[in-house]
């Protein structure tokens, strides 16, 4: 922290990626670049050229929505600059930082921050000057907001998604054993239960790298009403867990998924059953193939915990 010139070793390894110009140079000192990032744009660009900003208003609350984190003196200077303007236009609201929104670039210190080049300034991407480019952006949206008017844009950053480089190997294939079927019960649930008690069912599993389930689940806890099956938990609950373990490695690619249910105090009694929803790859064709694999029905009975 601190130093505002580079060692001649970090000289060596500044230089190997991309060397910057004298502009750059003079744009983000006292900082001595080391990694000339903004050049880079194999396989596609290591920094982003624009930032998604947000102004909201919700009643006498607007929240300044950046994309970085903000030292407390910047976020004060931005805080206090958007009520200014807003007071000014006689409107009496409280304003607060929305940071990490929609978008990461680091830091942003004050320009007075930025010259002691610790660790805040060394993580401010943009330059001494960032602190003033954000509030000079924001600014500009609050008094569009104020006056009912779109404001100006530019293309914001690139989706990247479908072109992530990673270093985590796919997965190859699943394998379960001879006679046996993906999801099959291999632990079922025994019963009955009651508040504070643990289901666990073990299944036969798949790699849940085949689907990663966003805005799903890999589990259901599912109550009968006596014709039909309502889910009343998933693994977004507290009280469910979900264990996968590669078993017989290297020689299979086999699996097991364990998932287990700590059946809350509010649980009404009744026929409950714990499902997994899973999806397993062909070794032979590499396609995926979805399967949902069921416990047998156990009970909830009203009470204490069971002592066994």
């Excluded at 190859?172 to 019960?185: A, T």
């Excluded at 690619?253 to 009404?268: M, Q």
Aim: with cysteine.
């Amino acid at each position: 922290q601190g130093e505002t010139s580079l060692n001649p070793l970090w000289k060596t390894v500044s230089g190997v990626l991309s060397v910057p110009t004298p502009e750059q140079v003079d744009c983000h000192a006292p900082k001595a670049i080391l990694l000339n990032l903004a050049d880079i744009t194999w396989p596609y660009a290591w920094e982003a050229p624009s930032m998604p900003l947000q102004v909201f208003r919700i009643g006498s609350l607007v929240t300044v929505n950046t994309p970085n984190e903000m030292t407390t003196m910047s976020g004060r200077r931005l805080r206090k600059a958007i009520t200014e303007i807003f007071q000014n236009a006689g409107e009496n609201v409280q304003v607060t930082i929305g940071g990490l929104a929609n978008s990461y670039s680091h830091y942003c210190a004050t320009y007075e921050e930025y010259q002691a080049q610790r660790y805040e300034a060394g993580s401010t991407l943009y330059g001494p000057h960032t602190l003033d480019a954000y509030i000079q952006e924001f600014s500009r949206l609050s008094k569009d907001l104020l006056s009912g008017r779109a404001s100006s844009t530019i293309q914001g950053p690139p989706d990247l998604e479908s072109v992530q480089l990673s270093l985590t190997p796919g997965v190859v294939f699943d394998d379960k054993p001879l006679f046996r079927e993906f999801g099959e019960v291999l632990a079922d649930a025994k019963g009955p239960y009651t508040a504070g008690s643990l289901v666990s069912v073990r299944f036969q599993g798949a790699n849940p790298r085949n689907n990663l389930r966003l805005q799903g689940t890999f589990l259901t806890i599912e109550l009968s009403d006596g014709a039909t099956w309502k889910i009343i938990a998933s693994d977004s609950n507290w009280e469910t867990k979900f264990h996968w373990k590669s078993t017989n490695a290297p020689i299979s690619s086999y699996s097991e998924v364990t998932i287990e249910w700590t059946v809350p105090g509010t649980a009404a009694p009744g026929s409950y059953r714990v499902c997994y929803i899973g999806d397993w790859k062909s070794g032979w064709t590499s396609g995926i193939t979805a399967f949902k694999s069921c416990s047998s029905t156990f009970s909830v009975l009203a009470g204490d915990v069971l002592q066994v």
